[in-house]
């Protein structure tokens, strides 16, 4: 089993990788790299509420800050845009300090803490629509000038393998998480917050790093969005679609676990490419089937994706 | 080790805890006896740091630690149990008990090595990979005092751990809790199993609706009148002629 938990990561960042060699076709690989952006933000949402139980339903704010921070320090301050990507990572995570430090302080949890994330994405969203620095509604271009110094590539494979290789990065960094202290004191406060304060833990503390590397992690994947389509308004940015997105790939994938977030997000898009293909331009489609499918995760795979594979595998070995 | 000075606790308009002053000195294993909602476990928590007191001190080591959170108070080796067991339900017994001692140990390794002694101690070590959900009510309250334990504590405070357990499994818990005491963790029990806390404790409070009613060593409260009375109600002590008191 010790095995099989790093075999598995290992595999599926090896396969990813490999999908390049075998096609260049602009589609798919416009379909992986956005998938891989949800994979990211949801890997993100997944070390707060998969590990943690703080259950977001905003993560479009630091999405929509990493990716703004990222846009605007090149537009506004002709910033490197490596440099004002790391940016808006850091943004992003003194967002997820000060949101949570507002919410944990004052005892925010459960429905409480997920009504409030909400909120303030909303709030984000009417603000930089609003306001005439972020571009308001008609948004913000990122200019073009394709040079690898500007992370910007010629070809969009160098630009997928740049996105798995943070993904896989993150990958890394979570089950390294689940080993740690760190690790062992967060799951703990999603199992029974009182009895680890009891044993030692400074719960604020806890949860305010979760917080914060979970918004990072989260607004690296709206800064690599940006970077790609070189484009970026208000409703993409903060828009609910985004936290749902988010929430809906690490469910279905497994919260709480590291590779989880990364099938669910690949599985997510894999069959919302299918019914597009199927039931063509009829609006809304989409957000029916992530109902369904949500409906669906929640009745028949408690664990996602990842807690059926294991199921599986038990079971196999009988 | 522990002092307790004019402590009061309310709840709007109920008084808890009521102008309770106690000493719990280090190497003792010390009772604390009442009858239902006489304060006891609200007396815990405001020693262990979950509520602060309306008025009164808790110091720990002659430092004053009434304001101190939870937390800080366990670092500073005040463990507690909860009456109302609260394991982490999703993670297996060695996990449990890691959680504790990683606050002493960082490592994970050193952690789950930790545990898996303390699980020794407390006859845990057949249900080390049991999911805590499914551990017995004697397994559960096992569990409660491991975790605390793990964390190295220098005052350990157990609310009922023998509560729920039948007599043979109350057998098999005082020698543990015996060398527990002797390891040189000093001990303040809530506990209303009476025979248990008689055969223990070397010294006793009384609480009786948030007050402190008595004290003394085990044989001095088994006689005295006003203790079987919080328990018995008005004029038992005079109809139990020399009688027992029986939990
Ligand atoms: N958080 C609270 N809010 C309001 N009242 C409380 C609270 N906690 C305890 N009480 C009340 O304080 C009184 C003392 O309760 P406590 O739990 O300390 O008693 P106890 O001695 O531990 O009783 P038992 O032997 O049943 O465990 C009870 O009347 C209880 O209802
Ligand atoms: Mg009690």
Known sequence: ?318 | MLEVRALTKRFGGLVAVNDVSLDVPAGSITGLIGPNGAGKTTLFTLISGFETPTTGTVRFEGADITTLPAFRRARLGIARTFQIVQPFAGLSVAENIAVGAHLRHRSRGEAIRAAEAVAERVGLTQSLETPAASLTIAGRKRLELARALATEPKLLLLDEVLAGLNPSEIRDMLPVMRAIAASGVTILMVEHVMQAVMSLCDYIHVLAQGKHIAEGKPEEIARNSSVVEAYLGRGAASRLTGGTLNG
Request: glycine share 14%; aromatic share 12%; net charge positive.
């Open chain 1, 1 to 318: 089993m010790i095995a099989l938990r790093t075999l598995c990561p290992l595999l599926v960042v090896a396969g990813l990788a490999l999908i390049p060699a075998f096609t260049s076709a602009n589609t798919t690989l416009n379909f992986l790299v956005f998938a891989l952006i949800v994979a990211l933000s949801a890997q993100g949402w997944n070390i707060l509420a998969g590990y943690g139980g703080q259950f977001s339903f905003g993560h479009a704010a630091f999405f929509g800050l990493g990716a703004y921070g990222t846009a605007l320090a090149q537009a506004r301050f002709g910033i490197n845009p490596w440099v004002a990507f790391a940016a808006g990572i850091g943004l992003a995570a003194l967002a997820g300090t000060v949101i949570g430090y507002l919410s944990f302080r004052a005892g925010l949890r459960g429905s409480y803490f997920t009504l409030v994330t909400l909120a303030f994405a909303e709030v984000f969203r009417i603000l930089f629509n609003a306001a005439s620095f972020t571009g308001g509604a008609a948004g913000v271009l990122v200019k073009l000038d394709v040079r690898p110094e500007n992370f910007q590539f010629a070809s969009r494979s160098v630009f997928y393998w740049v996105v798995l290789g943070i993904v896989a990065l993150v990958l890394l960094l979570t089950m390294r998480l689940e080993r740690s202290r760190f690790g062992a004191w967060l799951i703990a406060i999603r199992e029974n917050e009182a009895a680890a304060k009891a044993l030692g833990v400074d719960v604020l503390m806890v949860k305010l790093q979760a917080i914060a590397l979970s918004a990072a992690i989260t607004g690296a994947a709206g800064g690599l969005y940006v970077q790609y389509f070189l484009y970026l308004d208000a409703n993409i940015g903060f828009g609910p679609w985004i936290s749902v997105e988010t929430l809906m790939a690490a469910i279905i994938g497994g919260a709480g676990t590291a590779l989880g977030p990364v099938l669910g997000a690949l599985a997510l898009h894999g069959l919302g490419q299918l019914t597009k293909g199927i039931a063509g331009g009829t609006p809304g489609i989409d957000l029916v089937l992530f109902g369904a499918l949500l409906i669906l995760a929640v009745a028949f795979m408690r664990d996602g994706i990842i807690g059926r594979l294991r199921r599986l595998l038990v079971w196999g070995r009988r």
